[in-house]
């Protein structure tokens, strides 16, 4: 049984393929196996049974047989964490990285759903590199100004790194950061005065204004433009606090 092509897909590459090929969605709910299909879908459409044999494979594929064939969610988060990054996803079922996350944030959301544990021991939930990484890793980007990140990896420290990619919507952090977040730490580095690239993270800060600026706040990034070259033109921020 195991090598006949008994099982039909909706790939017209491959229709029709041997049953130890085959991967068969699994839940302990009958009703969220489609769920899991659709998402394997887009890696696995060779692999898959027509969506309407579903039911019926459901009830015949169990534990008994010598090779598992069961397709839990479990199987496919750890096949997903596997490829890394957003990039390498997004080549594997052929869309544009936009879409990739979005079909991320919906996976995501599923297992949040039904087994967030799974977040803990797989890393799926991109950064804002783009990066996977596991639930605990990340923290909540609270409209953090990218210019102010930018600023504080010109001191060696990336928080995009530990950021979670803002298309992610359907995942909630216990640790969320913000403008002042980013701002103290910041500061606390720049008052200890011992960092090489020092000039040029306060140069990069001297450049950011608030959207109602008033001209008289040129005064500085002017001075600054008279002493040193290379000073970054006007930014103008979306989140704003004095302390900058």
């Not at 969220?32 to 027509?50: Q, R, T, V």
């Not at 109602?212 to 070259?229: G, P, Q």
């Amino acid at each position: 049984m195991l090598q006949s092509e008994i099982v039909y897909t909706h790939n017209s590459e491959c229709p029709k393929i041997k049953l130890e090929k085959a991967f068969f969605p699994y839940s302990k709910s009958k009703s969220k196996i489609f769920e899991i299909w659709n998402f394997a879908n887009s890696l696995w459409s060779d692999h898959l049974p027509k969506k309407e044999h579903l039911e019926h494979w459901y009830e015949i594929i169990d534990s008994t047989w010598e090779k598992d064939l069961h397709l839990n969610l479990k199987k496919l988060v750890s096949c997903v964490a596997d490829f890394l990054n957003v990039t390498r996803l997004a080549e594997r079922i052929r869309q544009s990285e936009s879409s990739t996350l979005d079909w991320l944030n919906k996976l995501i959301g599923f297992v949040l759903s039904e087994e967030q544990d799974l977040l803990k021991d797989f890393a799926i939930i991109p950064n804002q590199h783009g990066e996977f990484k596991k639930r605990e890793q990340l923290w909540t980007d609270t409209n953090i100004p990218e210019e102010l990140k930018d600023a504080l990896k010109i001191l060696q420290e990336d928080w995009r790194d530990k950021l979670k990619h803002n298309q992610i919507t359907s995942c909630n952090l216990s640790i969320a950061k913000s403008i002042n977040d980013i701002v103290e730490h910041t500061n606390k580095i720049i008052k200890q005065n011992q960092h090489p690239s020092l000039k040029e993270a306060v140069l990069e800060l001297i450049s950011c204004f608030s959207s109602n600026h008033k001209s008289s706040d040129d005064r500085l990034l002017k001075f600054a433009k008279d002493f040193y070259n290379l000073v970054p033109d006007k930014k103008i921020l979306t989140e704003w606090t004095p302390n900058i």
